[in-house]
């Protein structure tokens, strides 16, 4: 193998291929990362059994050829290297040589033969989406599923495809974050899947920097998708997911518009004061929102902010980073905050847009 | 051949020609999952592995089944069910795991749960930790480590975390084993070759109850096995519960990464419970037994039995079977009578200094040479004079005596060892559990 190639091109695609490598695999060859050329581009692959991407950057092909290398030391050489172009050229002994002006590198590879071959979807695609809107549904949703894998269904991600929408959902039990993206082209039929969700993270942190459209592809509990220049395969979380929707109250009796920003602020002015239990009070009145906060350690905080509220006066106790999960990863100017009473579900929804909820449960003392 | 020795034979077989990490990451989790006349159906663990074997590795698993099966002439490969994390033989954990819950779940003694508890100032931390534990399993204390004297409650504390558990959530996997039982299986795991299997059942449990830990003194495979089972469960936010008779630095020949374990999270102590939760406990169990019995009665039994709840429980029942067999009513008189061998139990008799000497340099891991001959060596001073205060105060020997008695010393020696340890007695309470706990140890044979 011999191609030449920008230091930026094979930098972007080494940042996606390298994050899914482990190290200290026993499997050496699972360590490093395939590099191949394919119909006059460069083909870079990583996996971990679990989650397989492929990229592909251009250059200029002088002979085909095949190579794997160690994914950390390529990724951080080339990230070092301060020259705009580099050759790669296999030699003998699976060792890739490097060079770029005064630099002269050789590292030591394995065998292409070895590494594991990515399955391949040759189905048409299941669904396709905007890329911006699933980056954006990603980015309201993934952060609330739960950390903790003992019920391995909800340390994933839902994905509900129904017509020409994408129910995408996330809980850890406490709190429920769900998000309706809308598809291009509606669905070649109805599917629920669970993602994991360090497959749905590195999605996101592809589609950064994607654009276009994005293809969906299913088969024997793998699930492929495809941007630009880049497939991400992985394998589906079994079991089914629980049904959520049933939990989302149907009518709440206060809601309060409020001003994110602000909320941001007095929520963390209050989280001062509640180092170890995390616990705050909202209340809200007829004339705003109260946050207050108190610890015997620390003192006490409350902070009002101004609102506009419709129904009974209420209040009830969040853990604040539940509700500064919500809000942060928002971008609206104003929200709502709907609350019931001190022991049901409330619920946070973006002003202007109804494809949003939010939904967390008060902690009882 | 069943399907799984079959599959063993071929794995067998292939593991000749690849290399350990090869081998291992294409055949971990995998199995035959259906097999008729002429072909088998291998079971794989995700696409990569089954793209892999289908494509590399099929004509080395053909001809390894010709080798054992030759009838088989055809490999297929399916996907079942990947669980996440898969560690060597997930699969077949899954597949038992229903009946061995059972079996996991069935060693807790239903007798033992937070209600028929009774708490009182000398068990309240250990209770409220163990209720924390119970009810936010593997995040407040982890692990929960309890300590006290024998027939306090340890067990029952701790079956109690496992019982609450398995109310609030009955699919849980709970483990409750004795050190010796954890002990004994190990064993035998190392022996038939079975050790990974013991993992898997010791490192998928949600909650592993350990009771008289200070067992694994001295047994130092068994003290790796569980410091990396430990380990294991800690990492994964998995509950440990532990109990036994001392502090985790005062147990003999263990390791010390293993002390450093035990104290990491939360360590309580049960001590021996006071007049009123004696009384409490012996009103509790009247109760449940539907007996009838005076106040004065089970105020006479409450005080004359102290250290010991289990004592105290004995106590009662052999009461209430005498007062059964004979159709009467308690009353002091026959209690005092009834109960004479328990109250004032023959404690004596059978107990001498050797005896003692014994059990101290036992419970120190010294010889009783050690404490005998003249050496000042502080690991040997310290158990001396315990021995010595102890053969005191339960035989009432004279002092002159009790020096002769070690290796011709002078009275005065013995008087000042007394002291010291009525001294220390009063400012540490780990030593006056350690002497109870010597005592009882005295008196147990």
């Known amino acids: 193998m011999k191609v030449e190639c920008t230091k930026e091109n094979l930098k972007k695609g080494l940042f996606v291929v390298s994050r899914v490598v482990g190290s200290g695999n026993p499997l050496q060859v699972l360590n490093n990362i395939l590099l191949k050329t394919d119909q006059g581009r460069i083909k870079l692959s990583s996996t ?16 085909d050829g095949a190579l794997t290398v160690p994914a950390k030391l390529i990724n951080e050489y080339i990230n070092n290297l301060p020259t705009e172009k580099v050759t790669l050229e296999s030699t003998e002994n699976s060792t890739l040589k490097l060079e770029s002006e005064n630099y002269h590198t050789s590292i030591k590879g394995l065998s292409h033969e070895d590494f594991p071959l990515i399955p391949q979807v040759s189905d048409e695609p299941f669904a396709k989406i905007d890329a911006q809107e699933l980056k954006n549904a990603f980015a309201e949703t993934i952060w609330a599923s739960a950390a903790n894998e003992t019920q391995p269904e909800i340390s994933g991600i839902f994905m509900g495809f129904d017509q020409d929408q994408i129910r995408i959902a996330a809980t850890d039990r406490y709190r429920l974050a769900e998000r309706i993206a809308h598809l291009l082209e509606p669905a070649r039929g109805t599917k629920e899947v669970i993602l994991p969700a360090r497959t749905v993270s590195e999605a996101y942190k592809i589609l950064n920097i994607s654009s276009g459209e994005v293809e969906i592809y299913f088969s024997e509990s793998q699930v492929l998708f495809k941007f630009d220049e880049t497939e991400l395969i992985s394998r589906l979380i079994d079991g089914s997911y629980p049904d959520y929707r049933q939990i989302i109250p149907k009518e709440f009796k206060t809601e309060s518009t409020v001003e994110r920003e ?28 109260t946050v207050t906060a108190s610890s015997m350690a620390a003192g006490e905080n409350t902070t009002k902010v101004n609102a ?9 106790i969040f853990n604040f980073r539940y509700l500064l999960d919500c809000l942060n990863n928002l971008s609206e100017k104003t929200i709502v905050l709907k609350m019931i009473n ?15 909820t939010y939904i967390v449960m008060p902690i009882k003392l | 051949m069943t399907n799984q020795q079959l599959w063993q034979a071929i794995l067998g077989n292939l593991e000749l020609s690849l290399s350990k990490a090869n081998f291992t990451t294409w055949f971990k989790s995998t199995s035959i999952i259906e097999k008729s006349d002429i072909g088998i159906v291998v079971g794989v663990p995700n696409a990569f592995t089954k793209e892999w074997l289908q494509n590399k590795y099929h004509q080395d698993i053909l001809k390894a089944l010709k080798a054992i099966a030759a009838e088989i002439k055809e490999v297929k490969y399916q996907i079942v069910s990947p669980m996440y994390v898969s560690p060597q033989t997930t699969k077949e954990v899954s597949r038992i795991a229903p009946a061995a819950k059972k079996a996991e779940n069935t060693t807790l003694n239903p007798k033992y749960s937070f209600n028929t508890f009774i708490v009182g100032s000398n068990n309240q931390l250990a209770h409220a930790a163990s209720l924390a534990v119970s009810k936010k399993p593997g995040t407040v204390y982890n692990p929960l480590f309890i300590y006290g004297g024998v027939g306090l409650g340890k067990t029952h504390l701790m079956q109690a975390v496992g019982a609450e558990m398995l109310k609030r959530d009955p699919n849980a996997k709970i483990l409750y084993v004795t050190s010796e039982k954890f002990t004994n299986e190990f064993v035998s795991a190392v022996q038939t070759g079975k050790t990974e299997h013991f ?10 109850l350990v009771d008289d830990i200070q067992f694994l003194a001295g047994r130092e495979g068994t003290q790796e096995e569980f410091f990396h089972t430990f380990n294991a469960l800690h990492q994964n936010n998995k509950q440990v519960v532990m109990t036994s008779d001392r502090l985790p630095k005062e147990i003999p020949a263990i390791e010390e990464r293993l002390v450093s374990r035990f104290e990491w999270g939360m360590i309580a102590d049960i001590q021996a419970p006071d007049l009123e939760t004696r009384l409490a406990i012996l009103k509790t169990k009247v109760k449940e037994k539907n007996y009838t019995v005076e106040l004065e009665i089970l105020t006479y039994i409450a005080e004359t039995i102290q ?12 009461l209430m079977v005498y007062c059964q067999l004979n159709n009467t009513r308690p009353t002091i008189e026959q209690v005092k009578s009834i109960l004479v061998n328990v109250i004032t139990p023959p ?19 010294v010889t009783p040479e050690d404490l005998l001959k003249q050496s000042r060596k502080k690991e040997y001073v310290n158990p001396r004079q315990i021995a010595m205060y102890i053969i005191r105060k339960e035989l009432e020997t004279s002092l002159p005596s009790i020096g002769e008695f070690f290796g011709g010393r002078d009275h005065t020696t013995v008087i000042h060892a007394i002291d010291k340890i009525e001294r220390i007695i009063k400012e540490r309470v780990a030593l006056k559990q350690e002497i109870e706990l010597i005592r009882d140890r005295i008196y147990l044979n």
Do not use: C, M, Q
């Not at chain 1, 679990?50 to 092909?61: D, F, L, M, R, Y």
């Not at chain 1, 506009?308 to 009830?316: E, F």
């Not at chain 2, 250290?307 to 052999?318: D, K, P, T």
């Open chain 2, 307 to 318: 250290s010991n709840i289990r004592e105290l429980e004995g106590a009662l029942n052999r």
């Open chain 1, 308 to 316: 506009k509220v419709k129904g009974d006066d209420n209040s009830a």
């Open chain 1, 342 to 356: 001190d022991a049901s579900p409330a619920a946070i929804v973006p002003t202007g847009r109804d494809n949003y």
């Open chain 2, 199 to 208: 993992k898997n059942i010791y490192r998928s449990v949600d909650i592993l």
């Open chain 1, 262 to 289: 602000e909320f941001i602020h007095a929520l963390k002015a209050a989280a001062l004061f509640a180092p170890d239990s995390n616990n705050v009070n909202v209340e809200i009145k007829p004339d705003g929102i």
């Open chain 1, 48 to 63: 971990n059994l679990e989650i397989g991407v492929n990229t592909w950057v251009g250059g200029k092909i002088e002979e």
């Open chain 2, 347 to 365: 404690k004596k008799r059978g107990v001498s200094a050797k005896k003692i000497i014994e059990v101290v340099s036992d419970f120190y891991n």
